[in-house]
């Protein structure tokens, strides 16, 4: 990413008096006034968020890979004693997401 100071651009196409120049060299971005963006690195808060995140969406994964158990059961096509440890793993997974979704 490059900015000018009031536009910022993904650097791939830039104008340059009138002529339009594609895949532009860093010297010609340089010379145009456009100057490279630096993404700031995220924070310690930020970086945590993210992990929470990606764990949420990894126990909803396992709570889908479930989901045709849970179905089976409601349908009466499997017993209430077959069904007991997946309906306990399912809610051990519900807790945990809900537990990382409250977190700040």
Do not use: C, H
């Not at 339009?20 to 970086?47: C, F, H, R, Y």
């Not at 929470?52 to 017993?79: F, H, P």
């Not at 004693?81 to 051990?92: G, L, M, T, V, W």
Request: net charge negative; glycine share 4%; hydrophobic share 40%.
């Amino acid at each position: 990413m490059y900015t000018n100071g009031t536009t910022t651009i993904s650097g791939k196409r830039i104008v340059v008096d009138g002529r339009v120049i594609l895949n532009p060299t860093e010297q010609m971005l340089a010379d145009a006034g456009w100057q490279k963006v630096i993404p700031a690195e995220p924070s310690e808060e930020e970086l945590a968020a993210m992990q929470r995140a990606a764990e949420v969406e990894e126990l909803k994964m396992q709570l889908a890979e479930t989901n045709d158990k849970a179905l089976e059961y409601a349908e009466g096509w499997i017993s209430a004693e077959d069904y007991a440890p997946i309906k306990a793993e399912r809610q051990a997974i519900r807790d945990r997401i809900n537990e990382l979704e409250e977190e700040p």
